[in-house]
Structure formats: structure tokens, C-alpha cells
């Protein structure tokens, strides 16, 4: 069983970054393909971005496409989220999430198995 904690989340202004963390521990995370999924009050989860086991692959929803960025370190056990020129609208709560299905990516909330409890951005105007 693999633990996921996030974190980087905070308070930010429209057209700024942050970084978002995902530490796995437990299992090593190099057997997992791992995605970053978000939840905003009246909105359905969403996956915002994933990435295949070794990290050559990559999906990132059409919303957030040409603004964030997905990566992997399997040696540190971490995933990250890399989120540029923020807007409003990518307030939300961001998770981490992981499974061990044997697909090479996977787009849908409810494929992923392991979760993190997720961390605030709220990004301001």
C-alpha cells in the first residue's frame, strides 16, 4: 500500500506559479503510473494531467494544456505539478493519485486507486 502526501498549495494572484509536491511512500513509486486531479465546489473530480511510469508519457487536460507541466522523480519517489499563468478558475483542490493498473496512462478520476488528501490553490484576481 502506498502513501501519498501532497503539498506546495497556498494562496496565489492570476498569472502567477506554484509547485505542487506529491512524496509517496510505502512502495516505491516506479511501479505506478500517477496523476494530478482536481475538484473545484460544484465540479466533478478531473484529471488535470498524468504520467506514465517512466515518465516518457504525458496527458494534461485540455484546460490546463501549454500551462502545466507533469513530472516524475522515481528515485526521490516524488511527482510534481509545475502550474503557470494561473486563473481563478484553477481554484481547487489538487490531489495525487496513483495506480498500478496496467495501462500507460490513465484520464479518468475513477481508474486511480490511491490517493493523497489533496491540497488547496486558490488563485485570486
Known amino acids: 500500500q502506498v502513501q501519498l502526501v501532497e503539498s506546495g498549495g497556498g494562496l496565489v494572484q492570476a498569472g502567477g506559479s506554484l509547485r505542487l509536491s506529491c512524496a509517496a511512500s510505502g512502495r516505491t513509486l516506479s511501479g505506478y503510473l500517477m496523476g494530478w486531479l482536481r475538484q473545484a465546489p460544484g465540479n466533478r473530480r478531473e484529471v488535470v494531467a498524468a504520467?506514465?511510469?517512466?515518465?516518457?508519457?504525458?496527458y494534461y487536460g485540455d484546460s490546463v494544456k501549454g500551462r502545466f507541466t507533469i513530472s516524475r522523480d522515481n528515485d526521490q519517489n516524488t511527482v510534481y505539478l509545475e502550474m503557470n499563468s494561473l486563473k481563478p478558475e484553477d481554484t481547487a483542490v489538487y490531489y495525487c493519485a496513483g495506480t498500478r493498473k496496467p495501462f500507460e496512462i490513465v484520464v479518468g478520476a475513477s481508474q486511480y486507486d490511491y490517493w493523497g488528501q489533496g491540497t488547496q490553490v486558490t488563485v485570486s484576481s
Open positions: 504520467i506514465s511510469r517512466s515518465g516518457d508519457k504525458t
